[in-house]
């Protein structure tokens, strides 16, 4: 009986954690969409000029956590 109750919960929370990651890839794609690109970019050239890439990547990610890391580099690469 008890083995039962351990399948039950571990599949509700199985499926909790995947409707969850589901509403958050949601709401990161409705940010983004609200989001303008010029921000991000605008915000890459206020960093300081001898910055590395490394250095700014991370700035602009900590800024905007909704950029992934390869978002980031194209953004990088744009300014």
Do not use: C, F
């Not at 605008?42 to 956590?65: E, G, M």
Request: net charge positive; hydrophobic share 45%; no cysteine.
């Amino acid at each position: 009986m008890s083995m039962i109750v351990v399948y039950l919960v571990g599949a509700w929370l199985l499926l909790m954690h995947i409707a969850m990651r589901r509403h958050i890839r949601q709401l990161e794609k409705r940010l983004k969409q609200v989001t303008d690109p010029t921000e991000y970019l605008t915000y890459l050239r206020q960093q300081p000029v001898h910055s590395d890439k490394v250095a700014s990547i991370k700035a602009l990610r900590k800024q905007y956590p909704e950029l992934s890391l390869l978002e980031a580099n194209q953004l990088w690469q744009q300014k």
